[in-house]
């Protein structure tokens, strides 16, 4: 399996604040995204990032923002956080070419109050 | 735009029988790929299958197996013979280069329930 990290595991914050979860891969993969999953709604892509410093905006791009550094890491930052984020956030990890298989960490638990 | 409709919410049968699950897909692209993605209760995400476009033959792995029909945008999942650990929510999902760029669209997954 590809060693795909995110932390926090879980996380509590209030409305307002701003709020980074870290995507730490060593597969050295070259695609990242950011995904959130909400009942109803199935997976929905917020960004991702084909390559250092080389991002995109998903289907639900909205008070999100994303840094890629290295190939190896890619910050998802909720700029202020609201109510409406609170959700599952999966990162996932590509190793490039267009069609191939994901690989998915194990998911943020992400609760805004 | 694409789209990728999985039409059942949820299914709950009793262990040993058959369940399909249904995929619909839509796309302009004539080169794609599509995917079954599996989340068991404890959350991560597996992967299961990768057809593309070109390859209509049916896939069998074990009790799985995968029915690609393009001339009905379908690409629908059996499982033969269920059982408890199958219970999970499955996920089918597209990937296009609409504008150049990669687009992968998740449906909004199917839950299955297998009962013993």
């Known amino acids: 399996d590809a060693g795909i990290t995110q932390s926090p595991r879980h996380k509590v914050t209030e409305t307002g604040t701003p709020v980074t979860l870290r995507c730490h891969q060593t597969?050295?993969?070259?695609?990242m995204y950011w995904y959130r999953q909400d009942p109803g709604h199935g997976l929905r892509l917020i960004h991702y990032?084909?390559?250092?410093?080389?991002?995109d905006k998903g289907e639900v791009s909205d008070g999100y923002s994303v840094s890629r550094s290295k190939t190896e890491d890619f910050l998802l930052t909720l700029e202020s956080a609201t109510s409406s984020q609170t959700s599952v956030y999966f990162c996932?990890?590509?190793?490039?070419?267009?069609?191939?298989?994901?690989?998915f960490g194990s998911g943020t638990q992400l609760s805004v109050l | 735009a694409q789209k990728v409709t999985q039409a059942q919410t949820e299914i709950s049968v009793v262990e040993k029988e058959d369940v399909t699950l249904d995929c619909v897909y839509e796309?302009?692209?004539?080169?794609?790929?599509l995917f079954w993605y599996k989340q068991p209760p404890s959350g991560e995400l597996v992967f299961l299958i990768r057809?593309?476009?070109?390859?209509?033959q049916n896939e069998i792995s074990g009790r799985y197996s995968w029915n690609f029909q393009k001339s009905t945008s379908s690409f629908n999942f059996t499982i033969t013979a269920s059982q408890v650990v199958d219970s999970a929510v499955y996920f089918c999902?597209?990937?296009?280069?609409?504008?150049?760029?990669?687009?992968?669209?998740f449906g909004k997954g199917t839950k299955l329930t297998v009962n013993p």
């Open positions: 996932a990890t590509a190793p490039g070419m267009w069609g191939e298989k994901l690989f």
């Open positions: 796309t302009r692209d004539t080169t794609y790929y």
């Open positions: 999902a597209l990937s296009t280069t609409q504008g150049g760029s990669e687009k992968l669209v």
């Open positions: 057809r593309n476009s070109f390859d209509e």
């Open positions: 597969e050295n993969h070259r695609y």
């Open positions: 990032s084909y390559g250092v410093k080389d991002t």
